[in-house]
């Protein structure tokens, strides 16, 4: 069984800034990917970065130059700094990865989410 747990939501003032933290735990063979999604109310949920092991991280285009995305692969950790928050960054914030693990036959591949950590932009 995979787990993706976060940690560091909360309420923050414009320009402020957050940090969010997931790790993942369980039977992990490799990790692929991890990154970070958001959905606030009323919209779908979008890309916010993406950090494939080995890879180049990519950012949504709203987040460059304000967001950063790190990993520690011996911790098997995805982190999003996040700074120059703005009111519209206001959304739930979802850890992701794709990771291989065994099962009862042998190995696959899947996506596996964390519960979502709210984070709040406002005055």
């Known amino acids: 069984q995979v787990q993706l747990v976060e940690s560091g939501g909360g309420l923050v003032q414009p320009g402020g800034s957050l940090r969010l933290s997931c790790t993942a735990s369980?039977?992990?063979?490799?990790?692929?990917?991890m990154g970070w999604y958001r959905q606030a109310p009323g919209k779908e949920r979008e890309l916010v970065a993406t950090?494939?092991?080995?890879?180049?991280?990519r950012y949504a285009d709203f987040v460059k130059g304000r967001f950063t995305i790190s990993r520690d692969i011996t911790k098997n950790t995805v982190t999003l700094q996040m700074n120059s928050l703005k009111p519209e960054d206001t959304a739930v914030y979802y850890c992701?990865?794709?990771?291989?693990?065994?099962?009862?036959?042998?190995?696959?591949?899947?996506?596996?989410w964390g519960q979502g950590t709210q984070v709040t932009v406002s005055s």
């Open positions: 992701y990865a794709t990771i291989m693990a065994p099962t009862s036959t042998g190995f696959r591949n899947s996506a596996y």
């Open positions: 369980g039977s992990i063979l490799s990790i692929f990917t």
């Open positions: 950090a494939p092991t080995g890879g180049t991280t």
